[in-house]
């Protein structure tokens, strides 16, 4: 896969909260920069390539609320471009 990313990624384990439509789904993010994370998702197809997301990621006690757009989607992961 070519690589297309703007900024360099940080490996940072810590789960997150997602909102797709009306339903919320709980993951994992396992590396992520300023621009965007990629995120392993404990309910495989919840998301789509293109599909607008929010993402709820817990940090020390508080959340940082994030949309995103669904910019890849493979075998349970999938990578989120932040809004």
């Not at 789509?48 to 890849?72: F, H, P, Q, Y």
């Amino acid at each position: 896969m070519n690589e297309k990313r703007f900024a360099g990624r940080t490996v940072c384990k810590r789960d997150v909260t997602f909102l797709v439509g009306e339903r919320t789904y709980v993951g994992a993010i396992e590396n992520m920069s300023n621009y965007g994370a990629s995120i392993l998702a404990k309910a495989p197809g919840c998301v789509e390539k293109g599909m607008t997301i929010r993402l709820a990621i817990s940090c020390d006690d508080k959340e940082n609320i994030r949309d995103a757009s669904v910019v890849w989607y493979e075998g349970g992961v999938f990578g989120a471009k932040f809004i």
